[in-house]
């Protein structure tokens, strides 16, 4: 089983524009569509695709339209009742793969309803389950809510992985002594806020060639306690650092049509490709596979298993432990 967890889901209505977004100009869309979202449902809608057993937690009403959403793509879900509607965010999409996001903020969770969210995910857990936690959070969620949560599931014997940005992702780094996840999927922006460089030297180095930069800002967080480190790079592929080693992988080659949900689909990829046994090579590919096979679909649709292109996801070492790791781990 599999378990995600989305503190602030949304409705995602995507609009593809024929031309460049002009700022001010008038627009007429090709396409308008609107899927359930948030970055745990997105993991969910694409391991559902899979097969896999998964259970989506998320806040919302029971008349909610997410749900009904949830239930024509046939994903499983436990919906904690709350008293506010779930969001809509809105992506354009220009024809070049240009994504412009505009995401709401969230309804605010009374305590009682923060109290329910949690009280539901630990009883969905369940022994060495991954549970995923992904996204932002609503207002009335504090910002360790994640930090917090990451350590009751690790304490229930839980796989956790998360995925998120800003102060949650800061507060979860502040407290990586108390409760560091198995997983955390950090873009270069993210990864680097973490380690104290910058977004554009760790892209610019792997451009370069140069995997090195990120391999050590990584491993940062892996001496902290973090299991494994899956550094999506956009175009370049992805690096996964654990303490075993660290691999590069380059995408297939793809036309871009909407960014939206490409990150969670790599997500995915990791965890059913973790599932079905496969070592971290094995993951890595897996992760840029279904990132691609998202990026090339429209709007925030997730890729079916017979979309993605494993065998063009090509995956190299770039690193092995090193020396010292090795001697203290013989001690």
Known sequence: MIVTVTPNPSTDRTVTLPAELVRGG???VT???SEPGGKGVNVARALTLAGLEVVAVLPAGSHDPILAGLQVQGVEFEAVPVSGGVRTNLTITEPDGTTT????PGATLEPSEA???????MQQARGDHWVVLSGSLPPGLPDSWYSDMTAALKAHGCKVAVDTSDAPLAALAAGLERAAPDLIKPNSEELASLTGVTAESLESAVARGDAQPVVAAARRL????VGTVLATLGAAGALLVNSDGAWLATPPPITPRSTVGAGDSSLAGYVRADVEGAGAPGRLQMAVAYGSGAAALPGSAMPTPAQLNLDDVTVIAVASVPAESRS???Q
């Open 26 to 28: 008038v627009h007429r």
């Open 328 to 330: 203290e781990g013989a």
């Open 115 to 121: 109290e329910a969210l949690a009280w539901a995910v």
């Open 31 to 33: 396409s308008v569509s």
């Open 222 to 225: 892996i001496e902290r306690g």
């Open 101 to 104: 996001k505009i995401n709401e």
